[in-house]
């Protein structure tokens, strides 16, 4: 049965990474002591190592060791192998790119649907959609593809935020984008705000975590949907 | 001799369609009566009729009329012909994927290189830089290429924002994204203000308009310049 975590970030304002996620995780992971992590979206573009350390300090707060996958000869046999898997925030660009190179995207999408645990944040959670086209990330390299993993049958906007009305700025909003996307696009997007995840549990996907999300369906007006809901019908 | 406009935004918090521009306009494009108007970053996904003929209203004011480029059976032949070109704001991605499908790329490099007046805004700004690696545009398209005209030897980046002290949201500053750039690439970006605008007159580029710029140089501190500089030794 699949497993998934879909989070809008890692870390909420003034809080450190992963806590407010830390005691739902102990249960998401409950059956591995060890996590795979995948440290290609390098935030800031710090190195793999120094990600996967930082990684590696809150995992140890619920017990749980932590392997990077740049440490592996063999990445494909890491995925294939590994009891519970965790791809880090970033830049989403990088992140694909290098899925790719590895030629990662389908063995992780067939151990996640046999049932390994995979938890996103941010970027990582970016690529569980059908696409990167809704992503928030400046295109800082140029992967071969924009699709992913479709872990769920529509688009992923991480930390969706809200418009500010005191803006004196040009630039679009993130409603607006997503608008705009569905100009060129047919698929649902789903903004989940900072704090929020998605569960998914075989074919159930719930919305988690303290707020709302914001759905876009393709000509439809956009709506909200409070946390505890089942995302249903949307494709 | 080359002359071209690489400017910011088109519009300004509380103004009309360059209506902030539109004194410099009527000099920079003194010797057509008619300008070629590209549309195809459509904003908000509106048609190119619509956004021709938003600029049509602009430029009427000063006494040019326009034509949008998609009313051409060639679009190569319009470009050819053109003796002045605008390619207006919106989406980065829409806009260089649409200049690929219909090959145009090189024809618009050249015809700018022998003299014909550029003037770009925003998306049509950022395509005048090296690669759209540092547009602030959802991918919602995936183009087959993000190289662009390279008028300058550098990547720009438009509508620049400043760090928002205040925020509490994790998305990145603008700042951070272009230091992550050059963890991957080693490209100057030029941030431009809302407001401000760069003049490429055959080998000079000067920042012009009211607002200093940010530049960001591989390996170095960022820093501004101010307002009537010249823009040397970036590269």
Redesign the interface.
Known sequence: MRNIIIAS?S????GKPLEYLLEELSIFFKNTSEILFIPYA????ITHDDYTESVRLAFNKIDKTVKGIHEFANPKEAIKEAKGIFTGGG?TF?LVNQLYKNDLIDTIKNEVKNGTPYLGTSAGSNICGLT???????????PS??KTFGFVPFNINP?Y?DPDPTS?????TRE??????????TQPVVGIR?GSWLEVKGDTTTLRGTLDARIFEYDKAPYEIETGSELHGLK
């Open positions: 970030t870390t909420v304002h003034g390098r935030p800031s573009g830049n990088v990167i086209n809704t992503t928030n990330d400046m295109p800082i390299v140029y593809s924009f930390h935020l004196k700025h040009m630039g679009e607006t984008r997503i608008k705009e996307f569905h100009k060129f696009n900072e």
